[in-house]
């Protein structure tokens, strides 16, 4: 861990007691003199206990208002107190005060270019294959994280339709996001976003990485890939059109797209991984 900025897996083991003393010694100093960091857990341990007490309560439950959250949160985040806190270092401050978002959870990342993030994405995909853990995060807390990490921008989809659920959620490079999706007959499609120092939309492509076939797009600030290595090829080509649609208008999948995929996943093959 370093002293300036956390990842998402170690907000979360702070705030759900899985650090050890010394880790969880550092985290807390750290966050004694780091408004923002304050206000993150704040944010997340509040949005972690909303949904925990969803689960044992009949539906509809519906999380606290996160925008009210943040805004609380905003109120209190000033430079002059990043000042006192003593880490206003030689041009440090001034990339702070320009750059405070209390929904942003990583600093901005230095630019990769699309190979890279290819062959980045193609083997954290295969680290999580390698994974043998049965765990499926809620979608509204996955959601919530996003909306911490990226605001408005980055809508996770809900795939069940197709036969997919989330099943792992993890930080992607710097400053990006990692959403797994398993199926029951071991279907596996990942999805990254990755902000972009490029504010241009980029149109939905496919494109072939070494023996794997990537869906990707630009929209809203930030990059998408869609990986799912021995799916479907169709399958995971309207699975891909539909993420993509949905970021673009930043919009959840209307009935007619869910209706599109559920006929899809019917009409697919067995997965081969």
């Known amino acids: 861990m370093t002293n300036e900025t956390f990842s998402q897996e170690q907000l979360n083991a702070f705030i759900d007691g899985e650090m050890s003393a010394r880790e969880a010694a550092v985290f807390s100093k750290q966050m004694a003199v780091d408004p923002q960091l304050a206000g993150q857990v704040a944010v997340l341990s509040s949005l972690k206990a909303a949904v925990h007490e969803c689960s044992s309560h009949e539906p509809p439950c519906e999380l606290p208002d996160i925008e009210r959250l943040l805004a609380s949160r905003r109120k209190r985040l000033t430079v002059p107190r990043f000042r006192r806190a003593g880490l206003a270092l030689a041009g440090f401050a001034g990339v702070m005060a320009a750059s405070i978002v209390a929904a942003m959870i990583f600093l901005a990342p230095a630019p990769a270019t699309t190979a890279t993030l ?52 993890e930080r992607f490079g710097q400053a990006g996001m ?69 970021s673009t208008k930043l919009k959840l999948f209307d009935k007619s797209m869910l209706t599109a995929l559920r006929l899809n996943h019917q009409a697919s093959k067995p997965c081969a991984a």
């Open 178 to 246: 990692h959403v797994g999706y398993r199926g029951v007959h071991g279907c596996h499609l990942s999805l990254f976003a990755n902000p972009s120092t490029n504010r241009q939309p980029a149109d939905f492509v496919e494109i072939k990485h070494k023996r794997e076939v990537f869906y990707v797009w630009r929209t809203h600030g930030l990059n998408y890939l869609v990986l799912g290595v021995g799916m479907d090829q169709r399958r995971l080509h309207l699975v891909a059109r539909d993420i993509y649609r949905s």
């Open 118 to 169: 290819l062959a980045k994405a193609s083997r954290q995909h295969a680290r999580w294959l390698q994974q043998s853990s049965n765990t499926s995060p809620a979608l509204q807390l996955v959601r919530a994280n996003a909306k911490l990490q990226f605001g408005n921008n980055f809508l996770v989809p809900d795939l069940s339709a197709t036969g997919l659920r989330i099943a792992t959620v």
